[in-house]
C-alpha cells in the first residue's frame, strides 16, 4: 500500500510495509473521518453567525422603533 502526504507543499510517496497495513489504515480512516468533522463544525459555525447576526439586526430595528416611538416620531 502507498499513502500520499503533503509536506511542505509537496506530496510525497509513503510505502506502508505489509505488518503496518491495518494500523496505518485504521489511522488514514480516522484523519478522514476527523476532516469531515471539522468541515462540519465549520459549516454550523458559519450557519449560526449568520443567526446571530440577524438577531442582532432585530435587535436594532427593534430598539430603533421603540426610541422613535418614545420621542413620538414614529
Known amino acids: 500500500m502507498v499513502v500520499s502526504a503533503s509536506e511542505g507543499g509537496k506530496t510525497r ?3 506502508i510495509p505489509k505488518g503496518f497495513l491495518v494500523e ?3 489511522k488514514v480512516r480516522r484523519y478522514q473521518e476527523h476532516r469531515r468533522a471539522r468541515a462540519r463544525l465549520g459549516e454550523i459555525y458559519r450557519k449560526m453567525l449568520k443567526v446571530i447576526d440577524q438577531m ?3 435587535r436594532r430595528e427593534e430598539l430603533s422603533q421603540s426610541a422613535k ?3 413620538g416620531g414614529g
Open 56 to 58: 442582532e439586526a432585530m
Open 69 to 71: 416611538r418614545r420621542s
Open 13 to 15: 510517496l509513503q510505502v
Open 24 to 26: 496505518v489504515q485504521a
